[in-house]
């Protein structure tokens, strides 16, 4: 049995043909134009949900390099800060040397430790810097807070906490872009057991220098005699060394007042060739070699002191006499060691290590930072090229497939037009 067609069908079905033919010419050509090869999803289905997730992943990566380049810029702000910071204290350091020099005037000090008054107002601004996004970057989780002020008493506080900020790197990478200030700029222990913080390091040292011309760190007599008392505003347990010619002991005693009856008895129990009497109802220590030998008192210790004071309460006075009691020179004030420029230098040194410490460990962040940087770069790359593979259309493929499509159109009008002999189709052939 054969179908019969009419006209009117077979037109309806050959302008449906044409108007699909025009369809996907217009298809290739929007692809031509765009350069993409998938423009709806139906043109690939699969590739699109493909695609889909690689965009995803490229926005991924995007956002993990940000966050690298936001940290790598806190680091180098923060390195450079510790460096700076550092090289204060190699300037302290530097200053104190000086200042401990016999010669100086009075004059002379107060012109170094005024150049320390003002590394510490250095040292606070290095210690409040901010980051280009307007955040402090030692205030820990508060960021938006001014991280050191000081107070009434002319002391540095901490007014952040001990927060860390961390940013992610990758899918299993977090990287800690702050270090808080308490860490850095606080909670730093002396080679002799005692915590103190770099602002409170400067003042120790600006202190010592200005009490510098007043006392000794060792006392010493050439004559074999000489006078002692004692300022004693620290009741306790008083150390310090005697030496006399090779002969030297250490006298350890506990003080409550001005009575220096004890370390008397505690002298003449030493192996010294010393001979210790009193004398002003036990307020004044008369100390006579018994061979004439020189006479030395120093690395004195002073209960409850162990950081310099800007007027020392407590301390020795040393006077040389001789035979006859007669003041040789001046008096000598013996503080306590702590109170001595000397016994700053070790602390400066400390806090110099300090420093280098802190800025190994933002210098290993920099370093990792860069390598997860190259590491997302180079996942990039391969993403953007599978994405590429996907998405960027083959345009000499898809011109040679429109030529071939409008060819195959024209071929179809053509016999369209010979098959119903319309001269519509006539005069467009």
Do not use: W
């Amino acid at each position: 049995m054969i179908m019969k067609i009419s006209n009117r069908l077979f037109n309806d079905q050959q302008i449906k043909q044409f108007s699909k033919q025009m369809e996907d010419i217009q298809n290739i050509q929007a692809k031509i134009s765009s350069g993409k090869n998938i423009i709806f999803a139906s043109d690939d289905p699969v590739g699109a949900v493909e695609l889909s997730g690689l965009n995803d992943v490229t926005t991924r990566i995007d956002q993990f390099l940000k966050n690298g380049d936001l940290a790598y810029d806190r680091l180098q702000l923060m390195d450079s800060t510790l460096e700076g910071a550092k090289d204060i204290f190699i300037r302290c350091n530097e200053l104190s040397i000086q200042a401990a020099n016999d010669v100086l005037s009075v004059g002379d000090r107060e012109a170094i430790a005024l150049e320390f008054d003002e590394l510490k107002k250095e040292l606070l601004s290095l210690a409040n810097i901010q980051d280009s996004g307007g955040s402090f970057i030692f205030s820990g989780f508060k960021s938006q807070t001014q991280p050191f002020e000081i107070n009434s008493s002319g002391l540095v506080e901490y007014k952040g906490d001990r927060g860390v900020l961390n940013l992610q790197l990758s899918e299993s990478r977090l990287v800690e872009s702050t270090i808080d200030g308490g860490t850095v700029f606080q909670d730093i222990v002396t080679s002799a057991g005692v915590s103190t913080d770099l602002f409170a390091a400067i003042d120790n040292v600006s202190r010592s220098i200005r009490t510098a011309t007043g006392g000794v760190e060792t006392a010493k007599t050439d004559s074999g005699l000489a006078k002692i008392t004692l300022t004693n505003q620290n009741r306790g347990t008083y150390a310090f060394t005697i030496t006399s010619g090779s002969k030297s002991a250490d006298i350890s005693v506990d003080i409550t007042g001005s009575d220096l009856s004890d370390v008397a008895t505690l002298i003449n129990a030493a192996d010294l060739d010393i001979t210790a009497t009193l004398e002003d109802s036990n307020k004044t220590l008369k100390l006579v070699n018994n061979f004439g030998y020189d006479i030395e008192m120093g690395n004195v210790q002073i209960p409850d002191i162990d950081k310099s004071q800007e007027s020392p309460t407590s301390f020795f006075n040393f006077q040389p006499v001789d035979a006859s009691s007669n003041p040789l020179g001046n008096s000598q004030t013996v503080y306590d060691f702590d109170q001595t420029i000397a016994s700053r230098l070790d602390e400066l040194v400390v806090i110099q290590n300090h420093l280098a410490n802190q800025r190994a460990k933002v210098g290993a962040r920099l370093n990792s930072v860069e390598r997860q940087q190259d590491i997302m770069n180079e996942r990039k790359i391969l993403v953007e090229k599978d994405v590429s593979e996907l998405a960027d259309a083959d345009l000499s493929k898809l011109v040679t497939e429109l030529q071939t499509m409008l060819t195959t159109q024209q071929a179809s009008q053509k016999a369209f037009v010979r098959i119903s002999q319309l001269n519509l189709f006539d005069m467009i052939s």
